[in-house]
């Protein structure tokens, strides 16, 4: 198995607040809108094993009916933590079983090496599968990815371990065994002001950008209350999947649209989004949605037997993720402080 030796800070799905060991086990909601609809929401829980370790649960359901009929089913992902008192990383599970296919990612730590095994099915039944040794130096343990129960773990490195207003951190990415370690960096920004119903609070944030993907968590006495970032998509254009999974074909393209006056066709098909092999019409869309809405996309594109590259404006919504136990009807971002 191939070893990579991380020299900086390592970002791995833990904190490292020992107080925070000796708080109540958490539990809650986090629900995510984008663009004024609910598509989905985290259940996460806190829990001390018999052991003394603790235990971070979290599980991902679809609410919007295009997600459910592009997964067949709500439930989309569930991860289990396993943490030490002092909140370093023991193991880590994530499952996903849906029609797009299966993901089974485990992550076990000893001696300062993750071991990592990542297995994979296709739509077609395909299956992957791999292994691969990181070994982990330095001794701020974080967290990253998307998923609202591992921001937590992120807030609580910023609020006790973070002593300068910005930082890069190396992150690791537990389901990526080709690049399981990406740079990660983190700004801490002016206090906003949150109105929730007839309720006002100060609120601190932090910009945290992830190569294409940038997010900004908001928080109150080192509590994450929730974050807000943006998403993209590609306006006016209809995409299925190509019988032999080659790509994402362009079904329809709106007249006038962004693709339209990039000069994207029907009957195209999308190979490659930002350089990023595509294989069908969620791969496609899930590489646009994290794309900066503001510049420019290249894509490639099979047309006949010509490979061409085009560069297409995106559209851009809000993605806005908060604890719906604490905020029943959400908050919105009113001004800074």
Not at 151 to 163: A, G, N, P, V
Request: aromatic share 6%.
């Amino acid at each position: 198995m191939k070893r990579i030796i991380s020299i900086a800070l390592v970002l791995l799905l833990s904190a490292a607040a020992l107080s925070w060991s000796q708080q109540t086990p958490d539990q809650g909601r986090f629900l995510f809108v984008i663009g004024g609809e609910q598509v989905g929401v985290e259940n996460f829980s806190f829990n001390q094993l018999k052991d003394g370790n603790l235990e971070l649960t979290s599980d991902f359901k679809a609410t919007s009916q295009e997600l459910i009929a592009d997964f067949g089913t709500d439930k989309l992902f569930t991860q289990k933590i396993v943490l030490t008192s002092g909140l370093a990383l023991i193991s880590y599970a994530l499952d996903s079983e849906t029609q797009r296919g299966t993901i089974k990612a485990r992550v076990s730590v000893q001696d300062q090496v993750a071991s990592m095994s990542v297995e994979t099915t296709d739509p077609n039944g395909k299956k992957t599968s791999g292994e691969r040794d990181v070994i982990l130096e330095g001794n701020n343990i974080v967290t990253t990815g998307l998923s609202a129960s591992q921001f937590i773990l992120l807030q609580k490195y910023i609020d006790t371990q973070m002593t300068t207003d910005q930082v890069t951190l190396l992150a690791f990415n537990p389901i990526n065994l080709d690049k399981p370690l990406v740079k990660l960096k983190v700004l801490k920004l002016s206090p906003v002001t949150l109105q929730a119903g007839k309720e006002t609070l100060q609120a601190q944030r932090v910009r945290v950008e992830r190569e294409n993907f940038q997010v900004q968590l908001l928080s109150e006495k080192g509590q994450l209350l929730g974050f807000v970032s943006s998403t993209a998509s590609l306006a006016g254009v209809t995409l299925e999947d190509t019988p032999d999974r080659s790509g994402a074909l362009v079904k329809a393209v709106v007249p006038g649209s962004f693709a339209d006056q990039a000069g994207l066709r029907t009957g195209d098909v999308i190979t490659q989004v930002a350089g990023h092999e595509v294989q069908d019409r969620f791969d496609a869309q899930n590489l646009i949605r994290f794309q900066d809405p503001s510049q420019p996309l290249t894509l490639t594109i099979r047309r006949g037997n010509q490979t061409l590259q085009i560069k297409v404006k995106l559209s851009g919504s809000n993605l806005t993720a908060y604890r719906q136990d604490l905020f029943p009807d959400g908050f919105t971002v009113v001004g800074g402080a």
